[in-house]
């Protein structure tokens, strides 16, 4: 799948914009962590289709940021600040990283339960690619869990 985009019509011009979602295990970088540096390199991705999702992102895109592990839940909003260049972390390989900041928490997380509960939200990448750390989403799929934070 690739990232999805919606067209936003400004000044007569035509915009693209695309969703995606990343998943942190919050013990080792939490939206706290996030928050409080203002700002992250999202490196150390090694799947081939994450690496390839990040290649997708343009700046400006709005990212959900996931807590994974024992939390699993959607916890804030970035956006991509700086678009894909090579990750520094790499040993060996051609992989990717961004550069995101964060926008905003959630009011509420919205938990992968609640997200497997909703009917719009059966198709989502996060529940039939639920290993992969970088993701897209429709901007259907964002707005629903965005009803569903508060």
Known sequence: MIGYSLGI???GLELMKS???VKQEPSDYSWADFVADGSTSWTGVRNFAARNNLRRMSK???VFFYHSGEEK???GIAK???TAYRDATAKEGD???VDLVPVKPLPRPVTLGQIKAKRELKDIALVRQSRLSVMPLSARELRVIL???G
Request: hydrophobic share 60%; glycine share 4%; proline share 0%.
């Open 9 to 11: 019509g400004i000044w």
């Open 19 to 21: 969703f995606w979602l």
């Open 60 to 62: 400006s895109d709005e």
């Open 73 to 75: 839940a959607v916890v």
């Open 80 to 82: 991509v600040a700086r």
């Open 95 to 97: 992989w990717s990283a």
């Open 147 to 149: 009803r569903m934070d």
